[in-house]
């Protein structure tokens, strides 16, 4: 099972006498996600995965095969941030969270509008075909708002 719940990591130093000792760095937010996506794409159920605010600037990234690329998602996800816009005026509560595009090959293309550190971003993935991807979409999803408000 993929274990997505990074806090520490520990480092054997070693001390000018000799002996080993441990000490625990503590990581970065962006480290801890993108090892988390780079688990996710080297298990082969994510081909890419990026986490990027509304105004496209990359937060963290895990490319795999790199077919699409962060350039073609982000300029889907400025051109779906639109269209979230729109739905927002159909009534409270109507702009979606997610919106999934799929290819007649069943590639996805995922976004996730999600909130991290009080900000607006966008957590975008590939999935290939007839891979499932909310459990672990789920799990990314919820280690990114533990870590912001860490």
């Known amino acids: 099972m993929l274990r997505l719940d990074f806090d520490k990591i520990k480092q054997q130093e070693s001390s000018p006498d000799g002996d080993a000792r441990t000490a625990t760095i503590q990581e970065s937010p962006q480290d801890i996600i993108e090892r988390a996506m780079q688990q996710i794409v080297q298990l082969g159920h ?9 105004d ?3 937060l963290a990234r895990a490319d795999g095969q790199n077919q ?3 350039e073609m998602i ?3 996800a400025i051109l779906l941030l ?6 927002k005026t159909l009534g409270p509560e109507s702009e979606p969270s997610e919106i999934v595009i799929e290819g007649h090959n069943h590639r996805k293309i ?5 909130e991290f550190f009080n900000k607006s971003t966008i957590l ?5 075909p007839r891979k499932s991807f909310r459990g672990l979409a789920n799990r990314l999803e919820s280690l ?4 912001s408000i860490s």
């Open 56 to 58: 496209a600037l990359p």
């Open 144 to 147: 990114i708002q533990k870590v």
């Open 124 to 128: 975008a993935f590939v999935v290939p």
């Open 82 to 87: 639109g269209l979230r816009e729109i739905t």
């Open 74 to 76: 982000i300029e889907s």
């Open 110 to 114: 995922v976004f996730r509008f999600l």
């Open 68 to 70: 699409v690329g962060i």
């Open 46 to 54: 994510f081909e890419e995965v990026y986490l990027f605010t509304e």
